[in-house]
């Protein structure tokens, strides 16, 4: 069956980045895609002497323009174009229910720039039905690894296994990350024992080794390397994605994933990282 991808997009088209993130995963062998570009006209919301005629002309002409990028850009891939009208972050989390994976640009400019640093981002990450990849402006691949930031956790088997089969299917190295819970500056002061330091260390390397055989058994194939950070988790992440084409996190962890997504670190990664970033819930685990 088809990977359904859901785009969206809003008056100004189809962002180059998000265009070279298709054509990527179009490219990925055995790939076998099809494509749903989403717009969604706010109600209530018309610029000042603009006629309503022309405000939906402009997401009308954006919509068809996206189609036909896309119908050149991935040939052969079915593509379909719907254009909504309503709260965008309520929309966008409505059609991804009929979606496998729902992809955003980061672009700083326009209507999109709700979706990344104001509080849509949020909204749409946190009840989006289906994973969520979120795009920055001026990506390009790079053909190198995925992160996967884990809190070594239950909740952690949705986001490996989303970074597992992504890692797979571009046949690139994963990485896992965990930030330690116990804040750098008490990690390095005497207010906690050194056996308590190295035992939270301990610990996290050992369920670490053991995410890794897990994996392992699942993805044979697949190079896999993880480790421990001192440093906050969005910083942490952020450097890693330096050197990565994706980073992928969790919405239902406790602890700092909890904080990545839900929190003011989220909008850290999301606005910071170079790289796309993947957010996926925990009941994706079974998809």
């Not at 706010?42 to 939906?56: K, S």
């Given at each position: 069956?088809?990977?359904?991808?859901?785009?969206?997009?809003?008056?100004?088209?189809?962002?180059?980045?998000?265009?070279?993130?298709?054509?990527?995963?179009?490219?990925?062998?055995?790939?076998?895609?099809?494509?749903?570009?989403?717009?969604?006209?706010?109600?209530?919301?018309?610029?000042?002497?603009?006629?309503?005629?022309?405000?939906?002309?402009?997401?009308?002409?954006?919509?068809?323009?996206?189609?036909?990028?896309?119908?050149?850009?991935?040939?052969?891939?079915?593509?379909?174009?719907?254009?909504?009208?309503?709260?965008?972050?309520?929309?966008?989390?409505?059609?991804?229910?009929?979606?496998?994976?729902?992809?955003?640009?980061?672009?700083?400019?326009?209507?999109?720039?709700?979706?990344?640093?104001?509080?849509?981002?949020?909204?749409?990450?946190?009840?989006?039905?289906?994973?969520?990849?979120?795009?920055?402006?001026?990506?390009?691949?790079?053909?190198?690894?995925?992160?996967?930031?884990?809190?070594?956790?239950?909740?952690?088997?949705?986001?490996?296994?989303?970074?597992?089969?992504?890692?797979?299917?571009?046949?690139?190295?994963?990485?896992?990350?965990?930030?330690?819970?116990i804040p750098q500056a008490l990690l390095t002061s005497d207010l906690i024992a050194p056996v308590t330091r190295d035992d939270v260390r301990e610990a996290a390397d050992t369920a670490l080794k053991l995410s890794?055989?897990?994996?392992?058994?699942?993805?044979?194939?697949?190079?896999?390397?993880?480790?421990?950070?001192?440093?906050?988790?969005?910083?942490?992440?952020?450097?890693?994605?330096?050197?990565?084409?994706?980073?992928?996190?969790?919405?239902?962890?406790?602890?700092?994933?909890?904080?990545?997504?839900?929190?003011?670190?989220?909008?850290?990664?999301?606005?910071?990282?170079?790289?796309?970033?993947a957010v996926v819930h925990n009941r994706e685990s079974h998809r």
């Amino acid at each position: 069956m088809s990977e359904k991808l859901m785009v969206g997009v809003d008056n100004r088209g189809i962002s180059e980045s998000v265009l070279g993130w298709l054509r990527e995963r179009g490219r990925a062998p055995e790939a076998d895609l099809a494509v749903e570009i989403v717009t969604v006209a706010e109600l209530g919301w018309i610029p000042v002497n603009t006629a309503e005629v022309e405000y939906r002309k402009a997401y009308e002409h954006a919509l068809w323009q996206a189609g036909e990028t896309l119908v050149a850009a991935l040939p052969g891939v079915p593509i379909e174009t719907t254009m909504l009208w309503g709260s965008p972050s309520e929309e966008l989390v409505e059609v991804s229910e009929r979606a496998d994976l729902l992809v955003l640009g980061s672009d700083k400019t326009g209507v999109v720039v709700g979706f990344v640093s104001g509080t849509l981002p949020l909204r749409v990450v946190t009840h989006s039905a289906c994973p969520v990849v979120v795009v920055p402006a001026g990506w390009r691949a790079s053909g190198q690894g995925v992160v996967a930031g884990v809190a070594l956790e239950p909740s952690d088997f949705a986001v490996t296994e989303f970074a597992a089969r992504e890692a797979a299917r571009s046949r690139v190295e994963l990485q896992l990350v965990h930030a330690l819970p116990i804040p750098q500056a008490l990690l390095t002061s005497d207010l906690i024992a050194p056996v308590t330091r190295d035992d939270v260390r301990e610990a996290a390397d050992t369920a670490l080794k053991l995410s890794v055989d897990e994996l392992l058994v699942r993805y044979p194939q697949l190079s896999i390397s993880a480790h421990t950070a001192d440093t906050r988790a969005a910083l942490a992440l952020t450097v890693e994605a330096k050197s990565a084409d994706l980073v992928v996190v969790g919405t239902h962890g406790r602890g700092f994933l909890r904080r990545l997504v839900l929190g003011s670190v989220s909008h850290d990664l999301l606005l910071n990282t170079p790289c796309p970033v993947a957010v996926v819930h925990n009941r994706e685990s079974h998809r």
